[in-house]
C-alpha cells in the first residue's frame, strides 16, 4: 500500500501561483509514476500532469502546459505541482495518484493508477 497526502491547496487571485506537494509513505515510493488530477464542480474528475518513474519523463495536459511544472523528489518521497498564471478555471479539487510507468495514452486516465490521496482544494478568484 502507498498512502499519499496533498497539501498546498488555497485561494488565489487569478495570476497568481501555488504549489501543491504530495507526500507518499508505506510502500516503497520507487517504480511508481506519479500524477495529478483535479476535479472541477460538476465535472469528471480530469488529468493534469504526471512523472514517469524511469525516466523522469513528464506529460501535461493542454490546458496546464507552459504554466505547470511537476517534479518529484524520490529521496524525500514527494511529488511537487507547481502552477503559475492561475487561471479561474483551474479551480478544483487536485488529487494526487500513483500507478505503473506507461505512455501518455495511459497515464492520462484515472484507471491507471492504484493508489489515491483525498485531495485539497484549490480556489483561483477573479
Known amino acids: 500500500q502507498v498512502q499519499l497526502v496533498e497539501s498546498g491547496g488555497g485561494l488565489v487571485q487569478a495570476g497568481g501561483s501555488l504549489r501543491l506537494s504530495c507526500a507518499a509513505s508505506g510502500r516503497t515510493f520507487g517504480g511508481y509514476t506519479m500524477g495529478w488530477f483535479r476535479r472541477a464542480p460538476g465535472k469528471e474528475r480530469e488529468f493534469v500532469a504526471a512523472?514517469?518513474?524511469?525516466?523522469?519523463?513528464?506529460f501535461y495536459a493542454d490546458s496546464v502546459t507552459g504554466r505547470f511544472t511537476i517534479s518529484r523528489d524520490n529521496a524525500n518521497t514527494t511529488v511537487y505541482l507547481q502552477m503559475n498564471s492561475l487561471k479561474p478555471e483551474d479551480t478544483a479539487v487536485y488529487y494526487c495518484?500513483?500507478?505503473?510507468?506507461?505512455?501518455?495514452?495511459?497515464?492520462?486516465?484515472?484507471?491507471?493508477?492504484?493508489?489515491w490521496g483525498q485531495g485539497t482544494q484549490v480556489t483561483v478568484s477573479s
Open positions: 495518484a500513483a500507478g505503473p510507468d506507461g505512455s501518455r495514452f495511459y497515464l492520462t486516465r484515472t484507471s491507471r493508477y492504484n493508489y
Open positions: 512523472i514517469t518513474w524511469s525516466f523522469g519523463n513528464t
